[in-house]
């Protein structure tokens, strides 16, 4: 059935299930059905002796994943890795650079867009922790991933745990994204959980729509070389220093989903830099499945 007349069959069985008084057990990957919030959803699976577990997904776990941009029916796609990503513009490209890897793959991309969801993500995070089996990497540009990606080598070099949440916590003027990846990182520590963070990984250039051609988005342009530099002569008066932002506004640059894809289209190959995160997050997917 359509995704429509299931969601009609999830509010048809709701009702006879209130005039009957009687309980309606369905058993279904429907996702229009299990992210149904006016009925109960359960999450059956096997324990590793083998016996079956059946528990209960609280609604208000189910309302807060929705908001984070993870239903709960997706818990049935059995990711195997969680590749927690920046912004949109990231999970566009890579996403359409590796569709047929990160489907093979099981590799689920979850993007932390604007500051409203980063705060939402930073708040909610054992959610993820909580409802997924899947170990996270974190990405971050190369500048921003520094400090996240020591602290993550001392964790997993056997560093005293309280010491590295100190050396989080400490972290001067971070920005929102840093701050939603302390929070995640510290949670982690916290919660006794870590080990669910696989690793952090860090690209070169300052940001990803940087790996595309220059003049495909930013009309009339040169290099984002000269790009950066200019918007860091001008930075001191200007008002919003969101480098992006001052490209659309002062260069009528377009990094709109369309014109990412075509300025995509335009690279013989995609820069070593993606292949290298992928191709990690796949050997994590492999050994989980070994």
């Known amino acids: 059935l359509m995704a429509g007349l299931q969601r009609r069959v999830s509010k048809g069985l709701a009702d006879v299930s209130e005039e009957l008084g009687m309980p309606i057990l369905v058993a279904s990957h429907s996702s229009a059905l299990i992210d149904d919030l006016s009925?109960?959803?359960?999450?059956?699976?096997?324990?590793?002796?083998?016996?079956?577990c059946i528990e209960e997904v609280p609604t208000s776990d189910r309302d807060q994943l929705k908001k984070l941009g993870?239903?709960?029916?997706?818990?049935?796609a059995l990711y195997k890795v969680i590749l927690l990503v920046e912004g949109l513009h990231e999970e566009v490209l890579l996403g359409e650079a590796f569709a047929n890897e990160l489907a093979e793959h099981r590799i689920r991309v979850v993007p932390m867009r604007g500051t409203r969801q980063m705060r939402l993500m930073a708040a909610e995070v054992d959610l993820l922790y909580q409802h997924f089996d899947a170990p996270f990497v974190l990405l971050l540009?190369?500048?921003?991933?520094?400090?996240?990606?020591?602290?993550?080598?001392?964790?997993r070099s056997g560093q005293d745990l309280a010491e590295v949440r100190?050396?989080?916590a400490q972290l001067d003027s971070p920005t929102d994204e840093e701050q939603v990846l302390r929070s995640i990182l510290i949670k982690a520590i916290d919660?006794?959980?870590?080990d669910r963070i696989a690793g952090v990984c860090g690209f070169s250039k300052t940001d990803i729509v940087e790996y595309l051609p220059c003049d495909h988005l930013v009309p009339g342009s040169e290099s984002w070389a000269q790009l950066r530099q200019e918007h860091q002569d001008e930075v001191r008066s200007l008002k919003n220093r969101d480098f992006k932002r001052w490209l659309a506004n002062s260069k009528d640059a377009d990094f709109g989903t369309e014109s990412l894809l075509n300025a995509l289209d335009e690279l013989?190959?995609?820069?070593?830099?993606w292949v290298e995160l992928i191709n990690y997050c796949i050997d994590i997917a492999q050994s989980r499945a070994g």
């Open 39 to 52: 009925v109960h959803t359960h999450r059956c699976s096997r324990r590793s002796d083998g016996s079956v």
């Open 70 to 76: 993870v239903p709960i029916s997706e818990q049935l």
């Open 141 to 155: 540009d190369n500048t921003r991933s520094g400090p996240f990606r020591r602290a993550f080598e001392e964790i």
């Open 166 to 168: 100190r050396t989080l």
């Open 191 to 194: 919660s006794g959980r870590i």
């Open 268 to 273: 013989n190959t995609v820069h070593d830099d």
